[in-house]
């Protein structure tokens, strides 16, 4: 797939979170949602990534934003994760990398001179509907909440 802009509809998600619940993005229906792929639970970029959009949460409240990560971590990984740094929010598992190739956020990536495939560190703010206001792909850690809380 390639990759999603602004005013497209999301493609949609049925997945597990952190306690094993299923979440989907019609739970979201009638709030904006800020949707992000982050590699793998308990790295250093990823847990600089949930922090920061913890630490952001009343001000993403207060915008009527909700947050929802999604990794190929099984949750169980995420669970211990989100427990780790009292995230608050859901992590959902994409473990057969579906949700991700749909979003465009699963390909390759290259590493120490090594091309290998995986997760492209990502985030997309959607509207009420479901259609997406903002879409960055390769973005930085520190930069993930901002998406959400900048016009």
């Given at each position: 797939?390639?990759?999603?802009?602004?005013?497209?509809?999301?493609?949609?998600?049925?997945?597990?979170?952190?306690?094993?619940?299923?979440?989907?993005?019609?739970?979201?229906?009638?709030?904006?949602?800020?949707?992000?792929?982050?590699?793998?639970?308990?790295?250093?970029?990823?847990?600089?990534?949930?922090?920061?959009?913890?630490?952001?949460?009343?001000?993403?409240?207060?915008?009527?934003?909700?947050?929802?990560?999604?990794?190929?971590?099984?949750?169980?990984?995420?669970?211990?994760?989100?427990?780790?740094?009292?995230?608050?929010?859901?992590?959902?598992?994409d473990p057969d990398h579906q949700v991700a190739a749909a979003y465009g956020v699963w390909g390759e990536k290259k590493r120490y001179g090594r091309t290998t495939q995986g997760i492209i560190r990502s985030a997309f703010l959607l509207d009420e509907e479901g259609r997406i206001l903002k879409?960055?792909?390769?973005?930085?850690?520190?930069?993930?909440?901002?998406?959400?809380?900048?016009?």
């Amino acid at each position: 797939m390639g990759r999603l802009q602004p005013g497209d509809t999301a493609p949609l998600f049925r997945l597990r979170d952190q306690n094993g619940n299923l979440v989907s993005l019609e739970d979201f229906r009638g709030r904006k949602l800020l949707v992000y792929f982050y590699p793998k639970a308990d790295t250093p970029g990823c847990t600089t990534q949930a922090c920061t959009i913890r630490d952001a949460q009343p001000e993403l409240a207060g915008r009527g934003v909700a947050a929802v990560g999604i990794s190929p971590d099984p949750p169980a990984a995420n669970r211990k994760f989100a427990d780790k740094y009292h995230l608050g929010f859901p992590l959902l598992s994409d473990p057969d990398h579906q949700v991700a190739a749909a979003y465009g956020v699963w390909g390759e990536k290259k590493r120490y001179g090594r091309t290998t495939q995986g997760i492209i560190r990502s985030a997309f703010l959607l509207d009420e509907e479901g259609r997406i206001l903002k879409a960055r792909y390769q973005i930085k850690p520190t930069e993930t909440a901002a998406l959400a809380t900048r016009t």
